[in-house]
T-cell receptor, first 116, second 113 residues
Framework: EAQVTQNPRYLITVTGKKLTVTCSQNMNHEYMSWYRQDPGLGLRQIYY???????DKGDVPEGYKVSRKEKRNFPLILESPSPNQTSLYFCASSFLRGFANTGELFFGEGSRLTVL | SQELEQSPQSLIVQEGKNLTINCTSS?????LYWYKQKYGEGLIFLMMLQKGGEEKSHEKITAKLDEKKQQSSLHITASQPSHAGIYLC?????????????FGEGTQLTVNP
């Protein structure tokens, strides 16, 4: 089954304790992206990647790191989480047509993170 | 930056009724994407519009992009409880690549049986 898998789905952690949210897709997509969703602010892009070893900042990259060492995986790293990073996180992937995203993003089911 | 405003913010309709959700951009849209989200879950792609005046349909959902490419509407005909969820429009403020999709805040749709 074609899917984007995120782990963990739910996590409660404490300020400063490094954590990684994994994202894996089995559709051979070139493009992958991370979003966070907050009430009143909607979905905001954190980082995106157009291919292996190619990553770039989205709208809210502060406090986050990513890597794209393999095509299928795009982990989101919070080196020192803070309470303002409490949010619902989504990973998404898509094919690229030339330099353009085909528009159909496939989303994971989300990871709800609480930082105390 | 490009801002997408959706209206209404929330909508409650009786099953069988038609409804329209609007998405307005402050800038010309190179591509407009409609997604649906069930509460707390991932988004599901509905359709993408690129050309001024373009209209696409999927089952009972029709989306249009106006000629000026600054406004899109999503119309649901004969709504059903399965249509309930959050509808989000998205666009890439940096052009047509779709790599920097930004989204409106969404319209929460409730369909009462």
């Amino acid at each position: 089954e074609a899917q984007v898998t995120q782990n963990p789905r739910y996590l409660i952690t404490v300020t400063g304790k490094k954590l990684t949210v994994t994202c894996s897709q089995n559709m051979n997509h070139e493009y992958m992206s991370w979003y966070r969703q907050d009430p009143g602010l909607g979905l905001r892009q954190i980082y995106y990647s157009m291919n292996v070893e190619v990553t770039d900042k989205g709208d809210v990259p502060e406090g986050y790191k990513v890597s794209r060492k393999e095509k299928r995986n795009f982990p989101l790293i919070l080196e020192s989480p803070s309470p303002n990073q409490t949010s619902l996180y989504f990973c998404a992937s898509s094919f690229l047509r030339g330099f353009a995203n085909t528009g159909e993003l496939f989303f994971g089911e989300g990871s709800r993170l609480t930082v105390l | 930056s490009q801002e997408l405003e959706q209206s209404p913010q929330s909508l409650i309709v009786q099953e069988g009724k038609n409804l329209t959700i609007n998405c307005t951009s402050s800038k010309t849209l190179y591509g407009l994407y409609w997604y649906k989200q069930k509460y707390g879950e991932g988004l599901i792609f509905l359709m993408m519009l690129q050309k001024g005046g373009e209209e696409k349909s999927h089952e009972k959902i029709t989306a249009k992009l106006d000629e000026k490419k600054q406004q899109s509407s999503l119309h649901i005909t004969a709504s059903q409880p399965s249509h309930a969820g959050i509808y989000l429009c998205g666009a890439d403020p940096w052009g047509a690549s779709g790599s920097r999709l930004t989204f409106g805040e969404g319209t929460q749709l409730t369909v009462n049986p």
